[in-house]
Antibody, heavy 121, light 110 residues
Framework: EVQLVESGGGLVQPGGSLKLSCAASGFTFSDSAMHWVRQASGKGLEWVGRIRSKANTYATSYAASVKGRFTISRDDSKNTAYLQMNSLKTEDTAVYYC????????????WGQGTLVTVSS | QSVLTQPPSASGTPGQRVTISCSGSSSNIGSNNVYWYQQLPGTAPKLLMYRNNQRPSGVPDRFSGSKSGTSASLAISGLRSEDEADYYCAAWDDSLSGRVFGGGTKLTVL
């Protein structure tokens, strides 16, 4: 069974830091690109960033809204991806989803259940 | 303001055919594949369509996707009550070097 389980969400003050984890199982994690997508309450989906596979040199890309503050990493030995969030702002408050996408065959795009991050004083 | 433009709402009666549009530009839809996601209330999004018109295993053939130029659309035929959800389009944007989503379309089954 495919599973992506996010953890690490919670309440943090503006300017603070938080690190989210995404544990994967049931598929070949190392071959896939890992994305983070967030959704503020009642709002649409916003792409945060991604890290590609080792075959693609673990290349990272970020949305302009988080570039320089957020860092995505992965540990293929642990089948886990991470989202390090620094200098958090109130507008970063959202449910954060990790997604695993493989563009080969068969194509897949799995999503976790999400973890809530609340930035508030 | 989302990079990809979707109508905020759509509706239909059971059995009808509904189409949801997604408009972009040459840097995203015009040069990359389009993906569609379905988000049922209180749940995570689920992939509905990939590479413009490919259905993942388990997605009914009532759902179909198409792309032309800088626009794409998702069609749902034989509308059912369980199709009531939010639908999002997505594509890679070469200018932004990132993935972009549409603002989402809330589908109501009357």
């Amino acid at each position: 069974e495919v599973q992506l389980v996010e953890s690490g969400g919670g309440l943090v003050q503006p300017g603070g830091s938080l690190k989210l984890s995404c544990a994967a199982s049931g598929f070949t994690f190392s071959d896939s690109a890992m994305h983070w997508v967030r959704q503020a309450s009642g709002k649409g989906l916003e792409w945060v960033g991604r890290i590609r596979s080792k075959a693609n040199t673990y290349a990272t890309s970020y949305a302009a809204s988080v570039k320089g503050r957020f860092t995505i990493s992965r540990d293929d030995s642990k089948n886990t991806a991470y989202l390090q969030m620094n200098s958090l702002k109130t507008e970063d408050t959202a449910v954060y989803y990790c997604t695993s996408m493989y563009a080969g065959s068969p194509f897949f795009d799995y999503w976790g259940q999400g973890t809530l991050v609340t930035v508030s004083s | 303001q989302s990079v990809l433009t979707q109508p905020p709402s759509a509706s239909g009666t059971p059995g009808q055919r509904v189409t949801i549009s997604c408009s972009g530009s040459s840097s995203n839809i015009g040069s990359n594949n389009v993906y569609w996601y379905q988000q049922l209330p209180g749940t995570a999004p689920k992939l509905l369509m990939y590479r413009n018109n490919q259905r993942p295993s388990g997605v009914p053939d009532r759902f179909s996707g198409s792309k032309s130029g800088t626009s794409a659309s998702l069609a749902i035929s034989g509308l059912r009550s369980e199709d009531e959800a939010d639908y999002y389009c997505a594509a890679w944007d070469d200018s932004l070097s990132g993935r972009v989503f549409g603002g989402g379309t809330k589908l109501t089954v009357l």
